[in-house]
C-alpha cells in the first residue's frame, strides 16, 4: 500500500510540475504563439497525468467499485484528443486575423 | 492521502491565479482567450481533486462536462475571432 501512496504521489507530483511550468510559460513568454506554444502541451500532459494518478488511486483504494475511474479514463482521453484541437483552432484565428509573431529584438507584447 | 489531495488542490489554485492574470491584464482579445481555454483545463484536474477529497463520485459528471463546455467554447470563440461572424 505503501508502494499504491508513492505512485500516486509521484503521479501527482509530475502533474502539478507540469501545470505550474505552463502557468510560468503563460506569464512569462514574449508572445501570444510562444505563449500557446507553453500552455498546449503542459496543460494536456499535467492535466492527464494528475487524472491517471487519481485513477491509481481510485483501483487500490476503492475496489469495490472499479466502474466509476471508467469516467475519469474517458476524460483523459477527450483531454488528450480536445485541448490540443482547441489550441490549434485558436493558433490559426490568430494567424488568419494577422497577429505578427515574435522576433528576437522585438517588444514585448 | 487527504492531505496530499488538499496541497494538490491549492497548488493548481496558485496556478489557476497566475493564470488569472493573463486573463485580465493580457494585450488583445487573443492573450485573454488562451488564459481562458488554460484556466478550464485546470479546473478539470481541480474538481476531480475535489471529489476525491469529500469522497463524492458526483464531482466528475461535473468535470466530464466541463471538459466539454471549455472545448466547445473554446473553438466558438476561435471561429467568432477569425469570421467575425458565428453562422454563415
Given at each position: 500500500m505503501v508502494l499504491v501512496n508513492g505512485m500516486v504521489t509521484l503521479f501527482l507530483a509530475g502533474g502539478l510540475f507540469f501545470t505550474l511550468v505552463?502557468?510560468?510559460?503563460?506569464?512569462?513568454?514574449?508572445?501570444?504563439?510562444?505563449?500557446?506554444?507553453?500552455?498546449?502541451?503542459?496543460?494536456?500532459?499535467?492535466?492527464?497525468?494528475?487524472l491517471i494518478g487519481l485513477i491509481i488511486h481510485h483501483l487500490f483504494h476503492y475496489s469495490g467499485t472499479p466502474l466509476v475511474p471508467v469516467r475519469l479514463l474517458f476524460l483523459v482521453f477527450f483531454i488528450f484528443i480536445a485541448n490540443p484541437a482547441a489550441t490549434h483552432a485558436l493558433m490559426k484565428a490568430a494567424y488568419e486575423v494577422g497577429v505578427k509573431p515574435w522576433k528576437l529584438g522585438d517588444e514585448r507584447r | 492521502m487527504i492531505s496530499i489531495?488538499?496541497?494538490?488542490?491549492?497548488?493548481?489554485?496558485?496556478?489557476?491565479?497566475?493564470?488569472?492574470?493573463?486573463?485580465?491584464?493580457?494585450?488583445?482579445?487573443?492573450?485573454?482567450?488562451?488564459?481562458?481555454?488554460?484556466?478550464g483545463t485546470k479546473t478539470i484536474a481541480l474538481l476531480v481533486l475535489i471529489g476525491y477529497y469529500t469522497e463524492r463520485p458526483e464531482f466528475f459528471d461535473i468535470a466530464l462536462l466541463y471538459a466539454m463546455l471549455n472545448f466547445i467554447g473554446t473553438l466558438v470563440f476561435a471561429r467568432y475571432l477569425e469570421r467575425g461572424e458565428l453562422w454563415s
Open positions: 505552463g502557468s510560468i510559460g503563460l506569464l512569462r513568454f514574449p508572445d501570444f504563439y510562444t505563449r500557446l506554444h507553453a500552455t498546449g502541451k503542459c496543460d494536456t500532459l499535467g492535466t492527464s497525468l494528475i | 489531495f488538499l496541497i494538490s488542490s491549492m497548488l493548481i489554485i496558485f496556478a489557476i491565479f497566475l493564470s488569472l492574470y493573463r486573463a485580465i491584464l493580457g494585450p488583445g482579445v487573443f492573450n485573454r482567450v488562451a488564459a481562458v481555454n488554460v484556466i
